[in-house]
């Protein structure tokens, strides 16, 4: 079956931007994540949604960070006013069930890149 | 905040040696969740190996066994036999739930496997 997919896979923006990315978890995955990955860094978890819902989030590194997730699937994560610190592989993955212990399948990653 | 810490930031192995990555974390928390993942060159981040923290048996998985010491707060991942397609990032991840649908969900900076023929 289909994996977890991402869009754009590159996206390149000047500073003070706005970008979406795009995530289509497995179709009956329940849980969708969103990471940031930068160089030589671990990854950042930044939000989850069980359903549509986002019970935390904390994890968003600022308040032009939003994210959305509708009809339990599709998910946007949405940076208003890019900066060049946003420049990072951004990483969506879904689980069959809630947080915890459930396997997480990784999509591909968008790279962005704020000039 | 939970910490995880990956000590090695490299490490090389030959082919079908034995080789162990480690882990360390902070909770004062007694019910957690523990994973390894991999991440190989230009390639998805898949699922290595995974371990409640309640159960004190080690996971195995095949080649891969994690060596959980809960005192010690160590979760170090032994790969034997190791093989060319394990060349690739390995990530330890620490999951806690904190409560009202709230978890931490916390990552190692990563230690990037090389296996040389």
């Known amino acids: 079956g289909a994996g977890v997919s991402q869009s754009p896979s590159n996206k390149v923006t000047e500073k003070g931007k706005d970008v979406e990315l795009r995530c289509d978890p497995i179709?009956?995955?329940?849980?969708l994540y969103w990471y940031r990955q930068s160089l030589g860094q671990g990854l950042e978890f930044l939000i989850y949604?069980?359903?549509?819902?986002?019970?935390?989030k904390s994890g968003l590194p600022s308040d032009r960070f939003s994210a959305e997730r509708t009809g339990g699937s599709v998910s946007t994560l949405t940076i208003q006013r890019t900066q060049q610190e946003d420049s990072a592989v951004y990483l969506c993955a879904s689980s069959l069930g809630g947080i915890s212990y459930n396997e997480q399948f990784f999509g591909p990653g968008t790279r962005l890149t704020v000039l | 905040a939970q910490t995880v810490t990956q000590s090695q930031p490299e490490m090389s192995v030959q082919e079908a040696e034995t080789v162990t990555l480690s882990c360390t974390y902070d909770?004062?928390?007694?019910?957690?969740?523990l994973f390894w993942y991999k991440q190989p060159p230009s390639r998805q981040m898949i699922l290595v190996i995974r371990q409640e923290a309640y159960k004190q048996q080690n996971a195995t998985e095949n080649r891969f066994s994690v060596n959980f010491q809960k005192a010690a707060k160590s979760f170090s991942l032994k790969i034997s036999d190791s093989q060319l397609g394990d060349t690739a990032m390995y990530f330890c991840?620490?999951?806690?739930?904190?409560?009202?649908?709230?978890?931490?969900?916390?990552f190692g900076k990563g230690t990037k496997l090389s296996v040389i023929p």
């Open positions: 179709s009956g995955h329940t849980a």
């Open positions: 949604f069980q359903g549509n819902s986002a019970p935390d």
């Open positions: 909770t004062s928390e007694s019910n957690y969740y």
């Open positions: 991840a620490f999951i806690l739930s904190s409560g009202a649908g709230s978890y931490q969900l916390t």
